[in-house]
């Protein structure tokens, strides 16, 4: 994984820790209830990204190899960092 991706790796961490706390969470006292965690998954893990309808051909691939960095700020899901095009 390449340095410039340790700001996503602290972002990550941070993300995990408010919502996990050994008595109370930060999350929990916000919204006052538990946080849902099934959708935690490990950092530096591969995942695969899908690849909309609109951006693929008849006989393409649906999804694309890539490797979990994060979790998205705006929306539900993960940030994927994808080696051979070097995006996130």
Known sequence: MPKFYWAEAVRTTVYIQNRIRDKVSTHELYFERKPNLAHLQVFGSIAYAHVP??????????????ILVGYSKKQKGYKCFNPRSKQV
Do not use: F, G, H, Y
């Open 53 to 66: 309808d609109e951006k693929r051909k008849k006989l393409d691939a649906k999804s694309k190899k890539c």
